[in-house]
């Protein structure tokens, strides 16, 4: 049985190493495009071939992944002249890699079943090295027939795939875990400022916390990395894309009536690291605006 072809729009921090463990590990033909040229040139280097613009892409190719900054330019991207919309065929399959709102992204669904495709919601989890490593987590939401045809696909860039239910759910799935994380960054920062004021080595903290119940990913990637070193890169996952997804979980509390005082003062956090120019390094950053730094 042939491989399908492998449709690839948004070549970013995630997109870009994702596109090329699609083609480098599993040995798709990949056809892809991006707003900056040089990420297609790096991956034509491996054989990605370059689509002159999106309608080429998914006319194309049988399956076309998304990696996009936000739901606002995925609905963009599927609406636009000659988008993706435009150019679905019957029985294709447009996969959603960013994180997007969830009714945003129910809708999206619909308006790709009309065109007789499918689509599913996929969104990443993990950091920009597992991105590279192709160690992703991939939380997906649709279809299961559709799933365990995109699955092996997804498995170039990811180790851990789970099937959420239907479409929307990898979309619940992922906001909530960012809503965690971003909850668990602010209280590793917390822990941070209260030990170098009380004299303890924030370092030997979070070590020892690494060997209690207070372990976590968060600990060992945002706490260790990040907030001990005060390394917050740029191009990574900055404040304000975190404020963004953020945001998403924010309206799925008040559709359902949840009330979130942790989000919301992180989401408080987020405003203010923006204010004093922050907005653009890894989100982490919060930990300078608690500790005052």
Request: with cysteine; charged share 25%.
């Given at each position: 049985m042939?491989?399908?072809?492998?449709?690839?729009?948004?070549?970013?921090?995630?997109g870009?190493?994702?596109?090329?463990?699609?083609?480098?590990?599993?040995?798709?033909?990949?056809i892809?495009?991006?707003?900056d040229?040089?990420?297609i040139?790096?991956?034509?280097?491996?054989?990605?071939?370059?689509?002159?613009?999106?309608?080429?892409?998914?006319?194309?190719?049988?399956?076309?992944?998304?990696?996009?900054p936000?739901?606002?330019?995925?609905?963009?991207?599927?609406?636009?002249?000659d988008?993706?919309?435009?150019n679905?065929?019957?029985?294709?399959?447009?996969?959603?890699?960013?994180?997007?709102?969830?009714?945003?992204?129910?809708?999206?669904?619909?308006?790709?079943?009309?065109?007789?495709?499918?689509?599913?919601?996929?969104?990443?989890?993990?950091?920009?090295?597992?991105?590279?490593?192709?160690?992703?987590?991939?939380?997906?939401?649709?279809?299961?027939?559709?799933?365990?045809?995109?699955?092996?696909?997804?498995?170039?860039?990811?180790?851990?795939?789970?099937?959420?239910g239907?479409?929307?759910?990898?979309q619940?799935?992922?906001?909530?875990?960012?809503?965690?994380?971003?909850?668990?960054?602010?209280?590793?920062?917390?822990?941070a400022?209260?030990?170098?004021?009380?004299?303890?080595?924030?370092?030997?903290?979070?070590?020892?916390?690494?060997?209690?119940?207070?372990?976590?990913?968060?600990?060992?990637?945002?706490?260790?990395?990040?907030?001990?070193?005060?390394?917050?890169?740029?191009?990574?996952?900055?404040?304000?894309?975190?404020?963004?997804?953020?945001?998403?979980?924010l309206?799925?509390?008040?559709?359902?009536?949840v009330?979130?005082?942790?989000?919301?003062?992180?989401?408080?956090?987020?405003?203010?690291?923006?204010?004093?120019?922050?907005?653009?390094?890894?989100?982490?950053?919060?930990?300078?605006?608690?500790?005052?730094?």
């Open positions: 042939n491989k399908p072809v492998i449709g690839f729009v948004g070549l970013g921090v995630m870009e190493p994702m596109c090329r463990n699609v083609r480098v590990r599993g040995g798709y033909r990949v892809a495009t991006d707003l040229a040089a990420p040139a790096r991956l034509g280097v491996h054989g990605v071939e370059a689509g002159s613009d999106v309608g080429a892409v998914v006319r194309g190719s049988d399956i076309v992944f998304a990696s996009l936000s739901g606002r330019v995925l609905e963009a991207l599927l609406h636009g002249r988008g993706v919309l435009d679905l065929r019957e029985g294709q399959m447009f996969v959603d890699l960013g994180t997007s709102p969830v009714a945003l992204t129910r809708q999206l669904a619909d308006a790709v079943a009309a065109r007789g495709a499918r689509y599913l919601d996929a969104p990443v989890a993990r950091t920009r090295q597992a991105a590279e490593d192709g160690t992703l987590s991939v939380m997906v939401g649709g279809d299961v027939d559709t799933f365990r045809e995109v699955e092996p696909v997804i498995a170039c860039f990811a180790s851990d795939i789970t099937h959420c239907g479409v929307g759910n990898g619940v799935t992922k906001i909530l875990n960012n809503m965690v994380l971003f909850e668990t960054v602010a209280a590793l920062s917390e822990a400022a209260i030990a170098r004021r009380a004299g303890l080595d924030p370092a030997l903290l979070f070590d020892t916390l690494t060997k209690g119940s207070a372990d976590s990913f968060a600990l060992r990637n945002h706490g260790l990395k990040a907030i001990i070193p005060q390394r917050f890169p740029e191009r990574s996952f900055s404040v304000e894309y975190a404020k963004k997804d953020l945001a998403y979980a309206e799925l509390a008040a559709d359902f009536g009330d979130v005082d942790g989000a919301r003062r992180v989401d408080r956090l987020f405003d203010r690291a923006i204010e004093e120019g922050m907005g653009d390094q890894y989100h982490p950053v919060i930990s300078k605006v608690i500790d005052g730094r």
